[in-house]
């Protein structure tokens, strides 16, 4: 037949079917209603999503199969050879339109009030299938009067419910809260929480996304507009590196909604709580509207034009700076901006001193891209999931990356495979796995290095020597790691009997670099024994990779091209400002202030930098500390290109003007560049990008036009979206670890990383992400909880050495004992603070309050 | 043919000479002058005012139910239906019993000056909320009296319901600060001639 395997794993039998009449040939175990859709008919379908399991309820998807007398479901029956298919005769379509005027008979059918109307599935079926009159003329059954809210987003009317279930089985399969079930049975089947009690869950709405009718419904969008008022942009979300496609919709220039569409881009219909709700920054009313100048020296900062605050500017940064000028730009800034910040930084400020972020060192950074094979072009998440086992280190995923979660968890129920997961915090992903290895923070390197040993054993076996010395080195790392040998044994067979292995790597091998060098030696050695080995990064702010790639670095150019004489990274950067040797320092969209681990220093420093320029949406702690604050734009703003964690380059779309006086970040580079040499340039985003084509590479066949069109059967994974690899000759620097800089008696060793709710600082201005929690929290374990003496929800002061703050106690089962983790993600409770420069993970005590 | 012709253009110029038409219009002209029951003039707007039928297709009217509660759940289809887009609806939640629905208008308002008197809004909206009543009078001195909003609109409008219309009643003109005002006697009617 000419067909080619495609998975050399798999074997493909080939079936012919006719459908309506049309012969087609199909592989052996595909759906009916899959094969209809390839053959071109439509099906009408309420309970089947491909991403779910099919449960063959709703009865919408009948067909009629030759020879046979009762229809079938076409959306939970496979093919079989030489069966001939009806999609559309008389009786087909009868039991299409019974089926929904049984779901009519109790339907509420207050389409004018339901938030769902115009967009609703029910009515697009009757419309399309449906009797256009009822003969139900009994009083409806009715589950409740008023609709009732089942958490601050979510809002249930069960009145209009049709039974799929696809809130149920979203909530299982795909999230994993598995807090909705179904109460009663027949008609009378309610699916919600248990006993419709308040829900305390992941608030990710995608229960909502996937309800074909008014049931589920947004509570911050109730009552608020009909579709058909929405203005929308297909743009992605800005708030992690998971990089997911979302429409945000506008009526009158407020942004009242975001949604994923089923079947688009590599999160389909699954968003987190940030993308879904996290849209209110973008109306907030603490934007930025006008440029802020500092007139006095220590005096406030007060509203400026455009032309005063760019005449400063030319006045107090002396171009052909040189060393004593830097620049910071933020991860979530464009691509294309990004690539112009380090234009401006190299070519008219004359300075090696480019970084981006705020947290991690840039020599962690080289050794990071080289460990996770950046360089060597996007890696498929889906390619990922396709390997024999999947480790995840150093990466609290299910908070940091949560849909890049979803994908882990719904693609590795559906296979055999191992799922992997070596953290100090107990994470949703736990249930997942099938071998979890809880390490202290910081560990990671200790955790590698014990493992790399192990599987080495063989090769050290041959002299008792080294066996000696290896085994003395093993209980090092064992302590250093607080596991057992057991738990590496058995990481190191999983490792040893699989032929294809994809490691997850997170940021905390950028916050503790010791680790990278393991990681790094893992890969080759797992390599060199003959493995397939996939490395994939998971990082928390939406463009960091783009950043990186486009050379915003001080040891690299775009296309990680060696920089001829590297420059200051942001530590560097700081440590001059604070010997008084920086003349002018410009940020933008980076909050080096509330992030940068130790905060001591490096507010002494800013405040040190004899002229600093901060642009950002918000007067962030870094803002306040400038001369000069320039408005720039939300991602909703602009037009442009952010690279995901897997090295997708997908596109964000313009919907409104910046609010006020506040520019397109790419046009506030621009104009600055232009002060200084007036063919500075190129002038927009999509030169900007030719320009970057030409030059890279890795970035020579990105498009613009959208990468992934919708479609039914979930084939999500775009590969032509991924960069392409390049010849970079990247370092991996030799880290030590750091002790830390607190002694035994603070029994708690403090972990951070982002809050499920949010990301950075930047979405603590969304009224509903901040309504989510009843405050900040600090978590420790079941265990510790109980032999301290404390309970959830109490009030607890947590103190280092030198800082204190009161937070409310949440306790997690499964965590390792000893951790605590205080999220970064807020301004009251800087845990920054914490942390000390050139010191490890902090450790800290806690006390009722 | 053409003889025909030629009578013809006699009698047309003896009628010319006798100024038939003329007096025959003037007959009509004088008729109405003289007997009061033939008069079709109504003396508007200073004593009299025309009451429409209830088809009449003039400013909308938002309309409550018996116990005062507001019809309109703020669906928007009168404003999707409407061919000039000129109605906008701005829903709110509101759990006071203010409408038949949690879901209430925040903002009703037409625009007079787009539209057409179609009457589709009417025709669109699921809750007999919006209708076209019997006011007439709209003209204004400027283009924002012409955008007529839900607190307005929600006021009953002077000519009941249940007044079947097609008479004219007697009226009187009141000066008030907004400009000169038509004020009918609703017990006061009479048929129109015809
Ligand atoms: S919001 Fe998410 S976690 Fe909560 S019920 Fe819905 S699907 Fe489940
Ligand atoms: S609430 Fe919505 S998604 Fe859930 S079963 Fe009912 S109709 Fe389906
Ligand atoms: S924050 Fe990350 S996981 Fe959540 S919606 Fe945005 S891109 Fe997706
Ligand atoms: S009468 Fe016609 S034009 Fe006027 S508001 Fe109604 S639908 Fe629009
Ligand atoms: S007037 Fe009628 S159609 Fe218009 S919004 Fe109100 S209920 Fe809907
Ligand atoms: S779609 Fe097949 S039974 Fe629901």
């Known amino acids: 037949m000419g067909l080619q395997p495609i998975n050399p794993y798999k074997r493909y039998i080939m079936v012919t079917v006719k459908i309506n009449g049309k012969e087609i040939t199909v592989e052996d175990n595909t759906l009916i209603l899959d094969a209809a859709r390839d053959a071109g008919y439509e099906i009408p379908t309420f309970c089947y999503q491909a991403d779910l399991m099919g449960i063959g309820s709703c009865r919408m998807c009948l067909v009629e199969i030759e020879g046979q007398k009762k229809l079938q479901p076409s959306c939970v029956t496979p093919v079989l050879h030489g069966i001939s298919i009806l999609t559309e005769t008389p009786t087909v379509m009868s039991a299409r339109a019974s089926m929904l005027e049984f779901l009519l008979a109790n339907h509420a059918m207050d389409c004018p009030v339901c938030d769902k109307g115009g967009e609703c599935e029910l009515q697009d079926m009757v419309y399309k299938y449906g009797p256009h009159k009822g003969r139900h003329a009994e009083p409806k059954f009715k589950f409740h009067e008023k609709d009732y809210a089942l958490s601050p987003v979510i809002i249930k009317n069960s009145n209009r419910c049709v039974q799929c279930m696809k809130c149920v089985r979203v909530c299982r399969e795909v999230v994993g809260r598995n807090v909705l079930g179904a109460l009663g049975r027949g008609d009378h089947q309610e699916p919600t929480s248990f006993f419709r009690s308040f829900l305390d869950c992941d608030a990710d709405g995608n229960c909502i996304e996937v309800c074909p009718v008014g049931c589920f419904m947004r509570l911050p969008y109730r009552y608020k507009t009909r579709p058909w008022d929405l203005k929308g942009a297909d743009t992605i979300c800005p708030y992690c590196a998971t990089g997911c496609r979302m429409v945000i919709e506008h009526r009158d220039g407020e942004v009242i909604r975001a949604r994923a569409q089923l079947g688009v881009g590599m999160n389909s219909e699954t968003l987190c709580a940030r993308g879904r709700f996290g849209y209110e920054i973008i109306n907030s009313e603490a934007r930025l509207t006008t440029p802020l100048v500092r007139r006095q020296r220590h005096g406030t900062l007060e509203p400026a034009t455009w032309e005063e605050a760019f005449r400063i500017i030319k006045e107090r940064m002396p171009s052909l700076g040189g060393n004593t000028v830097g620049g910071i730009a933020g991860a979530r800034l464009a691509t294309e901006e990004l690539y112009l910040f380090q234009k401006l930084m190299r070519e008219v400020f004359k300075t090696p001193n480019v970084d981006s972020g705020s947290r991690w060192d840039a020599a962690a950074v080289e050794g990071f891209i080289a460990a996770t094979d950046m360089a060597e072009g996007g890696v498929s998440v889906f390619d990922c999931m396709e390997a024999d086992t999947v480790f995840v280190i150093g990466s609290q995923v299910s908070e940091e990356n949560p849909v890049t979660e979803y994908i882990i968890r719904r693609i590795s129920a559906g296979r055999r495979m191992n799922v992997i997961i070596a953290g100090p915090r107990a994470m949703k992903l736990d249930s997942s796995a099938n071998l979890l290895l809880r390490h202290y923070p910081a560990a990671e390197a200790a955790l590698l290095s014990a493992v790399i040993l192990d599987i080495n054993a063989a090769k050290l076996a041959a002299s008792a020597d080294l066996t000696a010395a290896k085994d003395a080195k093993l209980d090092g790392h064992l302590k250093a790691a607080g596991l057992t040998i057991d738990d590496v044994r058995a990481l190191a067979t999983k490792l040893r009997n699989s032929e294809s292995i994809a490691i997850m790597a997170g940021t905390e091998f950028l916050r503790y670099p010791h680790g990278i060098e393991s990681l790094n030696l893992l890969k080759e050695l797992l390599r060199s024994l003959g493995k397939k080995v996939r490395v994939m990064p998971l990082l928390d702010r939406s463009n960091q990779r783009g950043a990186w790639e486009m050379g915003v670095h001080p040891a690299f150019g775009p296309g990680y091209v060696k920089a001829p004489a590297p420059g200051l990274g942001i530590s560097g950067m700081l440590d001059a400002a604070a010997d008084n040797s920086m003349d002018a320092l410009y940020i933008a969209g980076a909050d080096p202030a509330a992030l940068y681990p130790d905060e001591a220093h490096v507010k002494e420093a800013l405040s040190k930098v004899r002229f600093l320029v901060v642009q950002d949406i918000f007067l962030t702690e870094t803002a306040r500390l400038a001369d000069v604050v320039l408005p720039g734009a939300s991602f909703a703003e602009k037009d442009g290109m952010l690279t995901n964690q897997e090295g997708r380059a997908q596109i964000i779309r313009k919907l409104l003007p910046p609010p006020g006086k506040a520019k397109v970040d790419l046009d506030i580079i621009r104009a600055l560049g232009e002060m200084y040499d007036r063919s500075f340039g190129p002038k927009n985003a999509a030169l900007v990008l030719d320009e970057i084509r030409r030059a890279q590479p890795m970035y020579a066949d990105v498009s613009l036009a959208f990468n992934n069109k919708r479609n039914v059967d979930n084939k999500l994974d775009n590969k032509a979206a991924l960069v392409k690899g390049t010849k970079a000759a990247l370092t991996i620097r030799k880290f030590e670890q750091a002790a830390s800089g607190q002694d035994a008696q603070y029994p708690f060793m403090l972990a951070t990383g982002n809050h499920l709710f949010h990301s950075g600082r930047l979405t603590n201005y969304s009224k509903t992400l901040n309504d989510l929690m009843k405050g900040m929290t600090v978590e420790i374990s079941e265990e510790d909880a109980l032999a301290s003496g404390l309970a959830a929800g109490e009030r607890v002061l947590v103190s280092g050495a030198g800082f204190s703050v009161t937070l409310m106690l949440t306790v997690k089962k499964g965590t390792k004992r000893g951790v605590a983790f205080i999220a970064e993600n807020f301004d009251a409770a800087p845990v920054n603070r914490f942390f000390r420069k050139g010191k490890g993970a902090p450790r800290v005590k806690i006390t009722k309050a | ?194």
């Open chain 2, 1 to 194: 043919m053409n003889e025909g012709k030629g009578r013809f253009d006699i009698m047309e110029l003896i009628k010319k000479v006798l100024f038939t038409d003329f007096v025959k219009g003037l007959v009509i002209t004088f008729g109405y002058n003289v007997s009061m029951d033939s008069v079709i003039t109504v003396k508007y707007p200073d004593e009299e005012k025309w009451i429409p039928y209830r088809r009449f297709r003039g400013l909308h009217t938002l309309n409550r139910t018996a116990d005062g509660r507001e019809l309109c759940v703020a669906c928007e289809l009168c404003s999707k239906a409407c061919p000039t887009r000129c109605i906008t609806v701005i829903p709110m939640e509101d759990n006071t019993g203010r409408g038949i629905s949690d879901r209430v208008a925040k903002v009703w308002k037409v625009d007079l000056v787009r539209c057409l008197f179609c009457g589709y809004c009417e025709d669109a909206c699921p809750t007999r909320a919006v209708r076209l009543g019997r006011e007439y009078e709209l003209a204004c001195f400027d283009r924002n009296c012409a955008v007529k909003n839900r607190e307005e609109l929600l006021r009953p409008q002077p000519v009941p319901e249940e007044m079947s219309g097609g008479v004219v009643a007697k009226a009187r003109l009141r000066t008030t600060p907004d400009g000169i005002e038509v004020v009918a006697d609703l017990s006061e009617t009479r048929k129109r001639r015809v």
